[in-house]
């Protein structure tokens, strides 16, 4: 099973920026990103797939997240711009993703995952 261990939360205020790194024990077909809030269901943000070489945004942060992988280094980093207090979540990284009817979802495993909270 990959392990993964993430870092970079904090706290910041709106309008603000945060890069989030995870790093994978070994190299994986697909890896992204995924969030949940207290309350909330888990939410997939985003997820690159190797093999077809695409990265797939959820409409929440399309245009404000990107994904950015370091295959070297076997890292995969979420860079946060424009942040809204609607952001607040425990972020993870997680492995085996894909997108199914429009959804971003996650089959492999995850990481401990990192907090974000975004305040004034």
């Known amino acids: 099973q990959v392990q993964l261990v993430e870092s970079g939360g904090g706290l910041v205020q709106p309008g603000g920026s945060l890069r989030l790194s995870c790093v994978a024990s070994?190299?994986?077909?697909?890896i992204g990103w995924f969030r949940q809030a207290p309350g909330k269901e888990r939410e997939g943000l985003s997820c690159?797939?190797?093999?077809?070489?695409?990265?797939y945004y959820t409409d929440s942060v399309k245009g404000r997240f990107t994904l950015i992988t370091d295959n070297a280094k076997n890292t995969v980093y979420l860079q946060m711009n424009s942040l809204k207090p609607e952001d607040t979540a425990v972020y993870y990284c997680?492995?085996?993703?894909?997108?199914?009817?429009?959804?971003?979802?996650?089959?492999?495993?995850w990481g401990q995952g990192t907090q974000v909270t975004v305040s004034s």
């Open positions: 997680a492995t085996d993703c894909g997108r199914l009817r429009g959804t971003i979802k996650f089959f492999g495993s």
């Open positions: 690159f797939s190797r093999s077809g070489d695409i990265t």
């Open positions: 070994e190299f994986t077909k697909a």
